[in-house]
Every structure is written in C-alpha cells, then in structure tokens.
T-cell receptor, first 118, second 112 residues
Framework: DTGVSQDPRHKITKRGQNVTFRCDPI?????LYWYRQTLGQGPEFLTY??????LEKSRLLSDRFSAERPKGSFSTLEIQRTEQGDSAMYLC????WGSGISYGTEAFFGQGTRLTVV | DAKTTQPNSMESNEEEPVHLPCNHS???????IHWYRQLPSQGPEYVIH???SNVNNRMASLAIAEDRKSSTLILHRATLRDAAVYYC?????????????FGQGTRLTINP
C-alpha cells in the first residue's frame, strides 16, 4: 500500500491551455474525492466518485472542469482553457468500501498537484 | 452546511500539552466530528474522529462536549513535528454527497 498517488506534483501551464491530472487511490478504496486548495485557505470540495459513478459535483466545478474514473480505479481531472484563477493545489483523497466520510471513517489524501497558470 | 469555528492560530511549547478548540453549534445528530492536519506542502492527514464519546488514539485525544456543540483536540505532548494547520470538520451528507467541508483551520506553532 503506497498511499494515494497524484501525478504530476507540479504543473506550470500557459493561460488557455488544457491540463490533466491523475490520481491513483489506495487499492480497493471505492470512494474518491477531488478538492482544490488555494494559498492560505482550507481545501474546497470539487467532486466525488463511488466506484466509476460521479455522484456529486460542486458549483465550483465549472464546465471547463471534468473528472472521470472510468474503471473505478484511477481518476483524472481535466481543466480546459485554463485561467489564472485556476492556479491552486488540487488534492485527491480516497476512502474504503462500505463506509464513507459521513460514516466517520478516515480519508487518505495524496500530496496534491500544484498548478500554476501563467 | 454545518460549520466549525476555530482560532486562526495558536502557539505552544515543545513537550507541553496542546488543546485546540472547535465550536460547531449547528451540528446535526448524524454529523461526525473529524480532525485533520496539514503539514507544509502535504495533503491533509487524518488525526481522529468521534460522534458523541471522547476518543483516544496514538496521535491525540478528542474531547466532545455533552451537547456536541464544541470539541477539543488534545495533543498530549507536542513535538516540533506537530506544527501544522489543524482542521476541525463535520462530515455531512449534503445533496447525496458525503464530503468533508474544511474551514480555515488553526495554525499551530510549536516553540522549541
């Protein structure tokens, strides 16, 4: 068990470009979450998956953002036509089957992908 | 959304106990109280959680008020490695989603 893995760790892109981030959750964790964190703020919920189903999306997730978890394992978060306001740390977390955060179990976070849009 | 209120920052000395307070006056009966911490350049890390009773684990203790409107995270003997931002969170079932709603957290500084 190597924990939640995110790739890349850092990404610098020009405004208007598309970027894609990958998250590999802990094996057999059926729930996967994406959060965004800007400097000095707590993480903000973006979306979450139970297996391959995307069950909730925050209003923060504009139509330029899309997330997938095609086989219920790894997940990708794509941002199209990036803007400077998209600069942030993007965090992925997973939690195990048969339970969820609201049932009081632990979520495991990755180290995040830091996006800088110039 | 049920929200939490924490002091922006706290300071303590190494090897002394630390009590981090959290107010959550709008907590519902099914909300769990979670504590996570975040070290610089790291993702949040689980510390402890509870529902009604006080909880202890190897990292910390969680004291929950009888009316559940407040709680306190207790680090029994702080070390320099405990310097982090500590988040008190209520897990919520909101619009079908089970998610953690983070606030601003408390930045804990540990003096040697």
């Amino acid at each position: 068990d190597t924990g939640v893995s995110q790739d890349p760790r850092h990404k610098i892109t020009k405004r208007g470009q598309n970027v894609t981030f990958r998250c590999d959750p802990i094996s057999e964790h059926n729930r996967l979450y994406w959060y965004r964190q800007t400097l000095g703020q707590g993480p903000e919920f973006l979306t979450y998956f139970q297996n391959e189903a995307q069950l909730e999306k925050s209003r923060l997730l504009s139509d330029r953002f899309s997330a997938e978890r095609p086989k219920g394992s790894f997940s990708t978060l794509e941002i199209q036509r990036t803007e400077q306001g998209d600069s942030a740390m993007y965090l992925c977390a997973s939690s195990p089957w048969g339970s969820g955060i609201s049932y009081g179990t632990e979520a495991f976070f990755g180290q995040g992908t830091r996006l800088t849009v110039v | 959304d049920a929200k939490t209120t924490q002091p922006n920052s706290m300071e303590s000395n190494e090897e002394e106990p630390v009590h981090l307070p959290c107010n959550h006056s709008t907590i519902s009966g099914t909300d769990y109280i979670h504590w996570y911490r975040q070290l610089p350049s790291q993702g949040p890390e689980y510390v402890i959680h509870g529902l009604t009773s006080n909880v202890n684990n190897r990292m910390a203790s969680l004291a929950i008020a009888e009316d559940r409107k407040s709680s306190t995270l207790i680090l029994h003997r702080a070390t320099l490695r405990d310097a982090a931002v500590y988040y008190c969170i209520l897990s919520a079932l909101i619009q079908g989603a089970q998610k953690l709603v983070f606030g601003q957290g408390t930045r804990l500084t540990i003096n040697p």
